[in-house]
Structures are given as C-alpha cells and as structure tokens.
C-alpha cells in the first residue's frame, strides 16, 4: 500500500496479525526481512517501510536527515492508527528507531535495535563539507557503478560472503544504478557515519523495552557498540549472536525469531 506522509508517498508491506511490528531497513535493500517475514508474519500484524529511494517508494527530491527519516516512519504509524507497536531496525533503520523512541516515546511500545548505526566516531572527519563532497563524488560515479567492487561490499555484511542471498544482491545493484537513489544512499551513509550531535546522549531518553541484537563476527559496525548502547538505554536487553555478520536478520533468521519473541513476551509481562 501507498501512505502519504509529510510530501513523500511511501510504500508500506503489510501482512500477519497481531500486535504490529515496524520494520526499518538499513542501507541494503528491503528485502533484508525476507527471511524472517514468514516465521513472524504468522504471530504479528509486520508493516515493511520503504524509505524514499529504496524498494518500492521513489526517491526524494530533497535531503533527509535521521530526524526525518523518523518522522516519516512516525507518519506511517499515525496514519494507520497503530496501538501498541513495536518498533525494528537494523542498521541505519536501528539509528532511525531509536530516534524516534527517543523524541516520541508515544508512538512505540517496545524497540528492537539490530546492530544499530550512530554511535561510530571514525567516520566524523566528514562533517568537514568539502571532504564530504569529494567522497559523495567518488562513491556515486565511482565506486557505486563498479559491480565487482559492489559485491565484495555486500560480502562483508556475511560471516561467509557466499551466504549472500543473489537475488538480493541484484536487487542493490538496481538499486543504486539509478542516480537518484544513488543520491538518496548516499546520503543516509552520512547520516549514519555523521550523527547529529548530541545523538548519544539522546539514547538516554528511550524509556521503552529495548532489544539490542549484534552479530558477533560484524565487520561493518563492531559488536562491541552493543555495550555502549546497552548502557546508554536504561530498560535494554543485549543478545550477540555467534556465527553472525552485519545482516542478522539474513544470516541467522531462526535466532532473531527466537530472541524477538522472547523479549516481546517478556515486555509484555513487565510493563
């Protein structure tokens, strides 16, 4: 379905019943839920987000920052009149979720964080705006439209690259073909590797149930953030997944099941 949110129109997935999960991809593709969408599907009402410039919503015209990314997913929640939603991302979509728990606690119930993005410091060289654009350059006419180099990217996300599901990695490889969502990736990469300021301590703030999930061999945002966001949010519960990279919900689909299942029967008996 299509919902209109703040000038953009995006396309939402929606299938199961139950209580309604959120999902927020991260800078893959959307169907980084394939795996886990049936298995769950069957117990929860699940709503997939497409970003502007990702799956199936266009891309935007204009930059979105983290804050606006949350308050297009805040958008479709509102729309839908969702009542005791739980909120997932992973990666970058962790970043957005926490965001939005922490500015509009109303609007989830319980946050699930799936190697979240924001908390990484290396990357914070690229506030400086003319470093910034010589790498956005370089990524978008470069490194974005060279398939080999494309591939060995997508292989760092597995513990095994050949675990790499091909008709996923087709489907990123369209994806960042076309320049305006190109444009559009690139510029949430910033947004993850560049948080605003004050984002951490912003972490305090998110009074939910919070599951925090990180693959323990993850080669794209290390495992050991899990503990700096474990500490920054207060009722958070932190499982490291073994023989697991960056794309959890891809690589160890059974897992994820299974840790999001008990930690939502155990949010809803301790409110």
Known sequence: MIIPVRG????????????????????????????VWGPLSASYDLLNVHLPGFGSSAPSTTSLSVRDHALLVKGVIEHLGLQDAA?????????????????????????????????????????????????KMVATNIFLRNEKMLRRLNGRLYVDPANQPPEIVMEYLQMVRDPERRR????????????????????????????????????????????????????????????????????????MCGALRRFLEAAVQKP
């Open 8 to 35: 953009h129109n995006l396309f939402v997935k929606r299938e199961g019943t139950g209580r309604p999960i959120v999902l927020i991809h991260g800078l893959g593709t959307t169907s980084v839920w394939n795996k």
């Open 87 to 135: 909120l997932m991302g992973t990666s970058y979509g962790g970043q957005i979720a926490a965001t939005l728990a922490a500015m509009n606690p109303a609007s989830v119930t319980a946050l699930v964080l799936i190697c979240p993005a924001g908390l990484m410091t290396r990357y914070r060289i690229l506030r400086w705006k003319w470093l910034s654009r010589v790498v």
């Open 184 to 255: 559009n990736w690139f510029e949430c990469v910033i947004n993850g590797a560049v948080p605003a300021e004050g984002f951490r301590e912003r972490l305090s703030e998110i009074r939910v149930p919070t599951l925090i999930l990180w693959g323990r061999e993850d080669r794209v945002i290390p495992a050991r953030y899990a503990a700096a966001y474990g500490k920054m949010i207060s009722r958070s519960t932190t499982e490291i997944l073994a023989e697991c990279g960056h794309a959890l919900p891809l690589e160890q689909p059974a897992m």
